[in-house]
């Protein structure tokens, strides 16, 4: 019965946590944006063969410019550095990203505190800065209105700081200032991007706009190819694709757990069923003396072992429920995992799964009950 | 009502053979009292379990109303165990995490009978126990589990009633009443067989029948001397003709 327990509880919490991690995923991804498609410079091994060119700000004004196909809803350039911050006497080092003004509503964010940059900051190469909530957490004790107005260093130059970031739970550590900037006071490089972020009109033109964009990209590059183009273009949905299969085959590994385990608790059943029923010879022996035929004794025992494996699934849905709404008021996940979410269908699963096990193990056993010969079940001491 | 034609039960033990029942014609009217007497081994249990149907004769056919037993399927022999036979086994065989009144109601059960609380409460009733109906059988003295059994063995009101050694844990007292009852039973219609080693409760019987080595080796038909009871109303009334069976003079105890 304890296995029937543990399985029952297990399945209802595997589910529960499976549910909450792809929930969570899919909240991440989607707040990312699922219609983002991001360019990269190609890492492949056309890069080895010495032909590849950066992307650069002529690629991303041809992006803005080309009116054929599919609209952008935007095109975001990025270039990505790592920085120490110093403010007083706190130091903290973190991700910059130096972006055009869209960056905030490309990669949908939102401005807890202050205001993000302009095109003129950007123009002009002003020395202003938006931070993530996590330097926000290690400069200013996470008091937003505190750090707004305040100058702060940024590698061996002094920023304003002029907003702050609502957390989005991935990408919180880290300061957003104009690209402009980036390239005079901390990386340099020329006119070279390392990102560019597109905006797709919506999640079904996708697929088209990455096309749009390899065909300008190509033309440009002058690279005739598909399979030696010195570039990528990704997009945010097959990620959450990938991730959902990645999920999917873990849940189905970890059900394959659960239900070895419900397995497994059958056999308790049955070995129990068997040793009630030899206990029980001479009962049986009775009841059959007094009229009872086999299915009598067939549904008596099945009866035993349904009610036998439901207990032990009762008990393993408190268990699994339990520990399922634990889990979701600790409220934080456990490392990787998001707290879990109960499903109300993989309770009710569970149990059925649970008295069928009841009755599947416990055929044998009152089987072998309703064969017995009545006088040699009464002669058995 | 009872006719076993040459009924042989052999028992195979490793090589050797045990003829529990060798040959065996017995006829059996319907409202007969009949005894069955012999020493241990002498195969009256074993007469018992086939009559009962618990057990098949290894040769031989038994005829119960007129209908072949060997012919009847597991169901249709639960059926007759159920409502046409009674029987109350030497050991009482009671179900012991069950109340009195529960266990005379378990033949009720199988026969998908109403109101069985109310017939079994009527049946402990009639065997005087109506007091210790709810009280578990490791409650009841012998003698009161053994009336319990036989209020099962009636409550279905069956054609045939069989008890093996029925009062083999009575004192006298509780004994005679039994025996007084199965008379009454008797009387009113039922074929009654009873296996006992008591002659004073044979003697309440119109005819015994005594077995030895798996034979029926003596078969009085007739009325005994020391009949109590209704009995000498019968003696005078049947006189020999309710034996139908063998004959033969009567071996000495």
Redesign the interface.
Known sequence: MLGIMIGVAAVILLVALGNGTSARLNEQITSLGTNLIGVLQSRGSVATSGKTQPLTDKDVKALQQDTQGPRFSSVTPVKQASAVLAFQNSLWRTSIVGSSREYLTAFHRTMAAGNFYTDGDVNTSNRVAVLGPKPVERLFGGRSVDALGQTIRIGRQSFQVVGVLVPNGLNDDIAVMPISATRNYLVGGGDTVDQIVVEATSQATVPPTMNKITRILMDRHKVHDPDQKDFEVRSNLELLRQYTQVSDVLTLFLFIIAAISLFVGGIGIMNIMLVTVTERTREIGIRKAVGARRKAILKQFLIESVVLAGVGGLIGVVVGVGLSLLGKTLGASFGQFAPPELSAGSVVLAFTVSLCVGLFFGAYPANRAARMRPIDALRYE | MIQLEGVTKVYRAGAAEVRALDNVDLTIKAGELVAIMGPSGSGKTTMM?IL?C??SPTSGRYLLDGIDVSDLD??QL??V???KIG?V?QSY???SRTSAVVNVE??LL??NTRSRRTRAAAALAEVGLADRAEHLPNELSGGQQQRVAIA?ALV?EPAVLLADEPTGNLDSTASGEIARMLVKLSDAGRTVVLITHETEIASYAKRVVKLLDGRVVADSGGPDKNRHGAGDRDAAANGNDAGDGVSVTEVAN
């Open positions: 379990n009962g618990l057990d597991d169901d639960a059926d165990r159920g409502r029987f086994f065989n009671l179900l378990l033949p199988y026969s099962r279905t």
